[in-house]
């Protein structure tokens, strides 16, 4: 099996087959969500001082805030699933 990493800014990654969702921050719900891993030890703050722009849940239900766009991560992993499949495509 091969391990696909995203890059999710400012040099941290993360392994695509582990992401669940990626959403905006802006609504209540996220916010709470934020608050809530906070608490329980499982927020990773990825955003280097700089705004939250995009947060991703992972299937060990981590919450990761990131500093890109969800636009831009979600580019990211279409790309990174696109290379898996043309790569399996050669086996």
Do not use: W, Y
């Not at 800014?9 to 608050?35: H, Y």
């Not at 060990?60 to 636009?71: A, C, K, W, Y």
């Amino acid at each position: 099996m091969d391990i696909k990493i995203i890059n999710i800014g400012f040099g941290n990654t993360v392994i695509a087959n582990r992401i669940i969702a990626i959403v905006s921050p802006s609504s209540s719900p996220m916010k709470r969500l934020k608050e809530d891993a906070k608490r329980a030890n499982r927020l990773i703050d990825a955003t280097m001082g700089r705004k939250t722009r995009s947060i991703i849940i992972t299937d060990s239900n981590h919450v990761i805030l990131s500093g890109v766009q969800v636009e831009t991560l979600a580019q990211r992993l279409l790309s990174a699933d696109s290379q898996e499949k043309a790569s399996g495509d050669d086996k």
